[in-house]
């Protein structure tokens, strides 16, 4: 599967930005998806993460009750709705793919990555 993750940009802090993740290639309904972010000098850290079949939904504790998961597998996408942003949220943000993942937050478990969106959040 290849990923496509968009939607990324400049915000002011409490603002919101959506980001998108489309996935071409092989079923994506059997895909668990994820989110991750990385700053300069830091590892890759786990945001959020939706089961392949859109039941369950994880988020790390840094995100939870601002930051939405949810996917269409009609349109092949996942979506990370990003609510009440603050400067530490700026990061390059990933989607990440794992076939029949279900709460998958490590980054060595996923077997497909799309290429980064850059979000910056100004204070």
């Known amino acids: 599967v290849q990923l496509q993750a968009s939607g990324g940009g400049l915000v002011q802090a409490g603002g919101s930005l959506r980001l998108s993740c489309a996935a071409s290639?092989?079923?994506?309904?059997?895909?668990?998806m994820g989110w991750f972010r990385q700053t300069q000098g830091k590892a890759r850290e786990f945001v959020s993460a939706?089961?392949?079949?859109?039941?369950?939904?994880y988020y790390a504790d840094s995100v939870k009750g601002r930051f939405t998961i949810s996917r269409d597998n009609a349109k092949n996408t996942v979506y990370l709705q990003m609510n009440g942003l603050k400067p530490e949220d700026s990061a390059v943000y990933y989607c990440?793919?794992?076939?029949?993942?279900?709460?998958?937050?490590?980054?060595?478990?996923?077997?497909?990555w799309g290429q980064g969106t850059l979000v910056t959040v100004s204070s």
């Open positions: 990440a793919a794992k076939p029949y993942g279900v709460g998958v937050s490590l980054r060595y478990d996923y077997d497909y």
């Open positions: 939706i089961s392949w079949r859109g039941d369950s939904t």
């Open positions: 290639g092989r079923a994506f309904s059997s895909y668990g």
